[in-house]
């Protein structure tokens, strides 16, 4: 790991080493500068600080931080029609987000509670444990694909089906052109739709349907 030694006066970092252990697991000694006060920032992901540092001089002072680590492992067996596929990390119970990590690959995380959001659509969320020197999977279903052929003008959303039976936004389909080919999780969806052209509400046309894995599905418009 990284540690900074971080003037806690101006806030300046004074020094950065990489740690080092030896084929016995001893640290080596650093030589720093005791006239200062510093904050030690070892950076995992996220970081672990250890304040105000009580440095006595001309001896060796040893501090000691707790930073168990695992892995995040984000697996995908096969290309999927998302193209390269991202997942945004995020610590359990904060709205700041911590890491950005691409689909297939492994990240050195702190041991902790953690809420991954794969930018699949729609969305997948889960919470996951990070245990230390232990590697946690994180993988989605393969998607399907929505075909529209129809080139319409108009005004339509997608919305996925929940198991209790109520409908929840995904996509807004573009008013240039009802044409899409859109990769979906699979599960059940409904898509609606009215033409620009039409003179009311009530032209609306409203369909359900059920996206597969690695199939494409085609649905057909006031048909």
Do not use: C
């Amino acid at each position: 790991m990284n540690l900074t030694f971080v003037n806690n006066v101006t806030g300046q970092a004074e020094y950065n080493f990489v740690h080092f252990l030896d084929k016995a697991g001893k640290p080596d000694v650093l030589d720093i500068d005791a006239l200062l006060s510093y904050d030690l920032v070892v950076n995992t992901l996220p970081a672990v600080e250890l304040r105000n540092l009580n440095i006595k001089p001309g001896q060796h002072n040893i501090f000691r931080v707790r930073a168990p680590q695992g892995y995040l492992y984000l697996r995908q067996d096969a290309p999927t029609s998302y193209g390269s596929m991202l997942a945004l990390v995020r610590e359990k119970g904060s709205a700041a987000l911590l890491h950005t990590q691409r689909f297939p690959s492994q990240q050195k995380l702190l041991a902790g509670t953690y809420e991954v959001e794969l930018l699949t659509m729609p969305r997948i969320r889960q919470t996951v444990t990070i245990k230390p020197g232990q590697a946690t999977t994180v993988q989605f279903a393969p998607p399907g694909v929505l075909s529209v052929a129809q080139d319409l003008q108009g005004f339509g959303s997608l919305y996925v089906l929940e198991q209790d039976g109520s409908q929840r936004w995904v996509h807004t389909l573009p008013e240039g052109s009802s044409k899409i080919s859109l990769p979906l999780q699979p599960g059940r969806y409904r898509i609606v739709f009215r033409m620009k052209s039409a003179s009311g509400s009530q032209f609306t046309d409203v369909k359900d349907f059920t996206i597969k894995s690695n199939l494409t599905t085609t649905v057909k418009l006031f048909n």
